[in-house]
């Protein structure tokens, strides 16, 4: 089924409105909109410091903007008191930049933070079997349970991580740069990865990246920040069609025409056509 054919009437899982975000002088966010809709792996780009990663931490609570309106599941995710906020946030699963995994756990250890902390009084055997699982789910072998972080390839640190991500079995997958200093293989394989979990545990998935590829090859829509908002969202044929100068350079530039040439690299469920 076609983007378009999917329609504007999924449910919403992340609605933004008017959004403004600023440090000091700077005014990162100003009256940004956006919908996530249930389903969709939404990609979000922009240049360097447009504030990507501003807008996800604005998602999930973690920034309180200067202005404007965050739901979530149809809740408000913005100020809210801690206790309040957990029966939202067990409810998403979060990838930082860089996997920021705990240096100091062992990647069993890391994928239990979230269950310790959601589910305080599980039994020590039971949180061990779940990690287990989890591990595998993200195509780590069984013996990476017992490795620090310090161990891993850098491959290996982004699925220990997604891991993590998925301990609480989110409906919802924050992705902030998962392919960023993997190599192409490794790229290719995290973001097969990212649709075959996609798919079968119907996940919806905000997705930063700067990786056309990935783009192409498992984003439903994609999301352009510039000018301090999302200045359009779309499929990208759509995206193609506006005449934003950025837009333009970004998708058809050298790197562009290379990945809608592609396949640079093997990703099965390719959506580049
Ligand atoms: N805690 C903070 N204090 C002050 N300024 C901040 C803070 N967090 C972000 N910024 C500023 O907000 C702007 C947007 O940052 P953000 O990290 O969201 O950009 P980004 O689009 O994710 O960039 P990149 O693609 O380089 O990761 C930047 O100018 C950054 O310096």
Not at 191 to 214: M, N, R, Y
Request: proline share 5%.
């Amino acid at each position: 089924m076609t983007d378009a054919a999917r329609g504007d009437d999924r449910e919403i899982l992340i609605r933004v409105r008017g959004l403004r975000n600023g440090f000091g002088e700077q005014i990162v966010h100003d009256d940004l909109d956006l919908d996530v809709r249930r389903g969709e792996i939404l990609g979000v780009v922009g240049g360097s410091g447009t504030g990507k990663s501003v807008l996800m931490r604005s998602i999930i609570g973690l920034q309180t903007p200067l202005d404007g309106s965050v739901e979530v599941f149809g809740e408000n995710t913005i100020g809210r008191e801690e206790t309040e906020a957990v029966d939202i946030r067990k409810r998403w699963g979060i990838l930082f930049q860089g996997g920021a995994l705990f240096s100091t756990l062992t990647v069993s250890e890391n994928v239990q933070v979230p269950l310790k902390e959601f589910y305080p009084g599980v039994d020590q055997a039971l949180l061990e079997e779940i990690a287990a699982y989890k591990v595998v789910m993200t195509g780590l072998p069984p013996e990476a349970g017992p490795k620090y972080p310090a161990e891993l390839s850098g491959g290996m640190k982004k699925r220990a991580g997604l891991a993590r991500a998925l301990a609480l079995d989110p409906e919802l997958l924050f992705l902030d740069e998962p392919t960023a200093g993997l190599d192409p293989i490794g790229a290719a394989a995290f973001d097969e990865l990212t649709a075959s979990l996609q798919k079968t545990l119907g996940l919806t998935v905000f997705l930063i990246t700067h990786d056309l590829d990935t783009l192409y090859a498992i984003c439903d829509r994609v999301a352009v920040l510039a000018d301090k908002r999302v200045i359009a969202v779309g499929t990208i044929p759509e995206l193609l069609a506006l005449d934003h100068p950025w837009i333009q350079e970004y998708f058809n530039g050298p790197r562009g025409r290379a990945a809608v040439a592609g396949p640079n690299r093997p990703v099965h469920e390719d959506k580049r056509g």
